[in-house]
């Protein structure tokens, strides 16, 4: 099975809007076999979660369980509306709000601990030698990964996303996608156990669109794609569901 994340950033600000746009994915996905996660910003997840039940993830989340954290929202709050996954160490949260791998080693742990899957995001801000991983993915993964059990592995999903790629028209290959997740497979098995690192699923995601998603999708090893800005168009979006069935 394929894995289609979108994620809606900040995009969609209106709830007419957020419920255009997640009824028609819905209603396309509803029709193909692939998983697809809609990960709205928190005032929508209520929405799809209680009218239409579709699976949802949050953005990001807190790492502490209650307390006077004036704007966190917790593990709670995201269980208690049935949320199944959340998204961790995005490039946009490390780069703006400055969330370090200690950070997000928190957030992961805490959200593996209470049950959440984890969407992490790992990928280098350059590519300096054009066919080669750089290492700085392999540290990510181990930061960010540090002290999770290997009982809670298998609700960890990794989404490569090369920083340059994202959102800048420019995507990676398939074939250096797929070294990536044979990359960060091989890290995660170094650290846990081969087989355990063999079963992760990893996601590409960098500027993938209806033109280039069956690339990604199709390419051995790679588990699905995360789409930003083109899973927030309508016809756009229905129409990568679609494609990839
Ligand atoms: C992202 O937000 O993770 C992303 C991949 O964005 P885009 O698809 O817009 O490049």
Not at 114 to 125: H, P, Q, S
Not at 157 to 174: F, K, N, Q, R
């Amino acid at each position: 099975m394929k894995y289609l994340v979108a994620n809606w950033k900040s995009y969609i600000t209106s709830h007419k809007d957020a419920k255009a746009l997640f009824l028609a994915t819905r209603d396309e996905a509803d029709a193909c076999l692939s998983e697809v996660i809609v990960c709205p910003p928190f005032p929508f997840l209520p929405d799809i979660k209680q009218d239409w039940d579709m699976a949802a993830g949050a953005q990001d989340v807190f790492w502490e369980t209650k307390g006077a954290y004036t704007g966190e929202v917790t593990l709670d709050m995201l269980r208690n509306l049935n949320v199944e996954y959340v998204i961790l160490g995005h490039s946009e949260r490390r780069k703006y709000f400055e969330e370090s791998d200690e950070v997000i080693n928190k957030k992961v742990k805490a959200a593996l601990k209470a049950g959440l899957k984890v969407i992490l995001c790992v990928g280098e801000k350059q590519r300096k030698e054009k066919n080669v991983i750089p290492k700085i993915v392999a540290e990510q993964i181990k930061a960010n990964l540090a002290g999770v059990p290997k009982t809670k592995i298998h609700n960890v999903m990794v989404a490569y996303e090369p920083i340059w790629a994202i959102g800048t028209g420019l995507s990676d290959t398939p074939e250096n996608a797929h070294q990536a997740a044979l990359y960060i497979r091989k890290t995660i098995g170094k650290m846990y156990h081969t087989k355990l690192g063999m079963g992760v699923k990893v996601l590409y995601g960098g500027s993938v669109n209806s033109k280039n998603v069956l690339e990604f999708v199709n390419y051995h090893g790679i588990d699905g794609v995360l789409v930003g800005s083109a899973s927030t168009k309508k016809d756009e979006f229905t129409k990568m569901i679609k494609l990839v069935g």
